[in-house]
């Protein structure tokens, strides 16, 4: 007999289970934030800063390839970008932090949404190349001669903004103590927003479409419409951990532009696991204190594609997808209905 | 309800359909399209979905000309369609899918579909993981979501056995006459489509040889001679 009504040890883990997990959850998150202040030495927080702010972008990434089997290769042009145009917005058009963030934010969800109207429609390697393509551009036309009065070329930009954003001072978001409150609820916003996106009926489209689109149109939907929305937010998400990296850097280059930042973020979400919205955050955090770790010996690139081979073949469902794997395994012995599905 | 009007497709240099002219339609009439392979069956149903675009000729829906329309607005004023191949969406469960198309075209009467189609039992199940005659009921209760007035249905029987094909039909034939509707269903089982349907039509080598009722159809000699042979 398969399906029917939901059976009462169902009813009851559900009934228990999501106000427990609830206060959990909020309990990690003020753990979470508070307890490293103390805990842990600044150049530690510094690495999970970095490791926070590459696990937002491994969660746009993340975002598109589980709901719509989209890879996106240039998520860090986007972050960098955030960067660039937050640094010239100061510099340049003598704008106040507060305006030169929104502008940034602004000029950078355009650009997703033209980007997103052009390639969305293509297929998944076409879509992956193309990616790949704008985001090379990007980084590529920072080093311009021609733009060398806004971007410094190879040099990169120092960004010094006078006045305060949200009550904080330059000073404080240079601070990695001050900084991983910050980042941490950032981290947590975006986590809980790209799950509940996951949720909501526009994440049941998406991977309805990603699973049979032509039946998804002889059912009465735009398959066009979702896709680019889902490209659209994954772009202000990178923008949003763009943005908040130059605060706690005071520094953009065009390494934060290139194929490399994307690959690390892509690589953060394979090993967190794409199929959660914690698993990309954990899996950035894994990757930064592993780069600090190997990155001494110079072997950060042999151990990316060791993470590749390894998070790909071995354990495709990463470390959060496999813990939650085992952990309903090991609770359905004692559940004699096969648990909660 | 839909008027065919001198409808030519072409693959490459091939024509596939040339210049088919026929009238589908009126409630409750269950239309059966029979042929041989190669015959333009599937290719007649892709391009009245809206699924190929036709290479000449006119597609008329409701008095209103749809030839240039896209699917999802044929699926919006009523014309749904199954697949010769079960498309369904492997990984939600059969509820979920079914509710999210019932959404999508504003259909709150979703229970009748599921028990008309015996779904009851499956719905907490992802439709990938279902008996291969019951994902085809899926099929067919994705199309039937948002009472369509025009159900097109692409060898519903595929891979099932000639009984579960009948009792596919049965249920068809059933929810067609209940709601008032028109089918048109294209089949290689001879035996199902003259049993269940109440208009015929044989189509061979892209043109269409005969339409009729399914005694006519047996008694035409073209037909025999072209396609039935010793099974009529």
């Known amino acids: 007999m398969s399906g029917g009504a939901a059976s009462p040890v169902a009813v009851r883990y559900s009934a228990v289970g999501a106000p427990l997990a609830a206060l959990a959850a909020t309990a990690l998150f003020v753990v979470g934030a508070v307890a ?6 600044e150049f530690t927080l510094r690495i999970g800063n970095q490791g926070l702010l590459l696990g937002m972008l491994a969660l746009s990434v993340a975002f598109l390839m589980n709901q719509a089997g989209l890879v996106a290769l240039g998520a860090a042009s986007v972050y960098g970008g955030a960067g660039y145009l937050f640094a010239i ?7 106040s932090a507060t305006q030169a963030l929104l502008a940034a934010f602004v000029i950078l969800v355009v650009y997703a949404a033209a980007l997103g109207a052009l390639i969305i429609r293509t297929n998944p390697l076409a879509f992956m190349m193309l990616t790949l393509a704008a985001g090379e551009m990007i980084s590529h036309s920072v080093m311009l001669e021609g733009l060398r009065d806004y971007t410094s070329g190879a040099d990169g930009l120092v960004v010094a903004f006078k006045g305060s954003i949200l009550g904080l001072q330059a000073a ?6 001050h900084f991983w409150p910050l980042a941490w609820t950032a981290t947590w916003i975006s986590g809980l927003t790209i799950r509940a996106v996951r949720r909501s009926r526009l994440g049941a489209v998406l991977r ?4 049979n689109e032509e039946r998804m149109r002889f059912s009465g939907f735009d398959t066009y419409a979702p896709r680019l929305m889902g490209f659209v937010l994954i772009n202000a998400v990178a923008a949003v951990a763009g943005l908040l990296h130059v605060l706690n850097a005071g520094f953009v280059s065009p390494d934060s532009l290139g194929l490399s930042l994307s690959t690390n973020a892509l690589v953060s979400a394979l090993i967190g696991g794409v199929a959660s919205a914690a698993g990309p955050i954990v899996g950035g955090l894994i990757f930064a204190f592993a780069q600090d770790e190997f990155g001494a010996y110079g072997v950060t690139q042999l151990l990316t594609g060791v993470a590749i081979v390894v998070f790909i073949v ?3 469902k990463g470390v959060v997808g496999g813990l939650t794997s085992a952990a309903r395994h090991l609770r359905r012995p004692s559940d004699p209905k096969g648990g909660a599905r | 309800m839909l008027e065919i009007d001198r409808l030519c497709v ?3 240099r091939v024509r596939a359909l040339d210049e088919v002219s026929l009238e589908i339609g009126g409630e409750g009439v269950l239309h059966g399209v029979i042929g041989p392979n190669g015959a333009g069956k599937s290719t007649l149903l892709d391009a009245v979905s809206g699924r190929r675009r036709p290479t000449q000729g006119a597609i008329r829906y409701c008095g209103q000309d749809i030839t240039g329309k896209s699917v999802a607005w044929r699926r919006h004023r009523g014309m749904a369609r199954s697949f010769q191949r079960t498309s369904i969406f492997p990984d939600l469960t059969v509820d979920e899918q079914l509710r999210l198309v019932a959404w999508r075209l504003g259909d709150d009467r979703l229970d009748e579909i599921i028990q008309a189609l015996d779904l009851t039992d499956y719905l907490r199940e992802p439709a990938g993981r279902i008996a291969y005659g019951v994902q085809r009921r899926v099929d067919v209760a994705l199309a039937l979501i948002g009472r369509p007035q025009l159900l097109l249905m692409d060898e519903p029987g595929a891979g099932l056995s000639a009984e579960e094909t009948l009792h596919l039909f049965q249920h068809v034939r059933a929810l067609v006459a209940e709601r008032r509707i028109a089918a048109v269903i294209v089949e290689h089982d001879v035996d199902a489509v003259f049993s269940c349907c109440d208009v015929v039509t044989v189509l061979d080598l892209g043109r269409r040889l005969a339409t009729g009722n399914p005694a006519e159809i047996r008694a035409d000699a073209r037909v025999v001679e072209a396609y039935l042979g010793s099974a009529a």
């Open chain 1, 36 to 41: 490293p202040i103390y805990a842990a030495s």
């Open chain 1, 89 to 95: 917005g100061i510099n340049n058009w003598d704008l």
């Open chain 1, 172 to 177: 404080d978001f240079a601070n990695p103590v």
């Open chain 1, 208 to 211: 309805a479409v990603r699973q």
């Open chain 1, 314 to 316: 071995l354990f495709s």
């Open chain 2, 10 to 12: 072409n693959y490459g």
